[in-house]
């Protein structure tokens, strides 16, 4: 079933176009997590007006006129045809509205099972740009998001990897990354990294050193306390714990290459800092070879 510009149906996985070639990457994507999860699928392709548009670049307000006059207004209907087409039995709706992307795909996260985003890679110092939209949406979405940054795996090949480090906020995301084990029928890569441990008043740097295997014991004893709760609500979803000595972001990147999502827990900032994500998501982000998905704290 498909409608077009529609009211958000509640607990929809929600999939953000933006008329570019990720669009149809963001939509299988989306269409697959919707239809695991037995959730209506909503589309939206935000239009940004030349109050949006000059609030983040005033150069831009020059040519928004022609813009709108020309804009292309079958992207919406084109990805419901094709949702139609691809997933008949997937109930499928959208809408279309005015405003700026970011701040429209927060707003319909409200309620929500899942948003969708694409983002884009850009090098050298642009990296600060990446996905403006994704970031955004990320830092401020009220339930979980999902990006799919450019040239990323997007099967759903490989376990569900999540990254621990024992807070309440780990546990939320090991929570959802047992719960989309469990749906999709895989396992789940518990990763809990260290990098400086002094044992005995010694730097612990060897793994030869008898200290090394009380470090990784330590640590792999928050992750199993962290896991408990979690575990007596998904029994029968198969996981292990890798305790990883090195850089968070680095480790996590590598994890994403073998994995089907990379599920992070992030404690965000709020207030006047609400802009900024963890440090650690932030850069895995810009690197991971997988789709990542972002929890918020509230």
């Not at 079933?1 to 996985?13: G, L």
Request: one cysteine or more; charged letters at 20%; aromatic letters at 4%.
């Amino acid at each position: 079933m498909t409608e077009a510009h529609t009211q958000i149906p509640t607990d929809a996985v929600i999939v953000g176009l933006d008329g570019s070639e990720r669009d149809a990457t963001c939509l299988a994507w989306a269409a697959g997590a919707a239809t695991r999860a037995r959730k209506p699928l909503h589309l939206i392709h935000a239009r940004e007006t030349a109050a949006e548009l000059g609030a983040s670049d005033p150069a831009a307000v020059r040519g928004v006129a022609a813009a709108i006059l020309y804009a292309d207004d079958s992207v919406l209907e084109d990805a419901i045809a094709s949702a139609t087409e691809q997933w008949p039995d997937l109930t499928t709706t959208g809408s279309e509205p005015w405003g700026n992307p970011e701040r429209v795909l927060v707003e319909a996260s409200e309620g929500a099972h899942l948003v969708v985003v694409g983002s884009r890679r850009l090098s050298g110092l642009q990296r600060l740009l990446l996905g403006r939209s994704a970031l955004a949406v990320a830092m401020h979405a009220k339930c979980p998001v999902v990006l799919l940054p450019d040239g990323a795996r997007t099967d759903a090949e490989g376990p569900v990897v999540v990254g621990v480090d024992g807070s309440e906020h780990a546990q939320r995301a090991a929570d959802r990354a047992f719960w989309i084990a469990g749906v999709r029928g895989t396992s789940v890569r518990v990763v809990i990294c260290w990098y400086l441990e002094v044992v005995d008043g010694s730097v612990v740097t060897t793994p030869e050193n008898p200290a090394w295997a009380q470090v990784e014991d330590k640590y792999r004893t928050i992750a199993e306390n962290l896991l408990k709760p979690v575990r007596e609500r998904y029994p029968d979803v198969p996981y292990e714990i890798a305790v990883r000595r090195g850089d968070a972001p680095q480790i996590l990147t590598e994890e994403s290459s073998a994995a089907s999502l990379l599920v992070m827990g992030s404690r965000g900032r709020g207030g006047f800092r609400g802009m900024l994500l963890g440090s650690v998501t932030h850069k895995v982000i810009e690197t991971a070879a997988c789709p990542v998905m972002v929890i918020r704290q509230a």
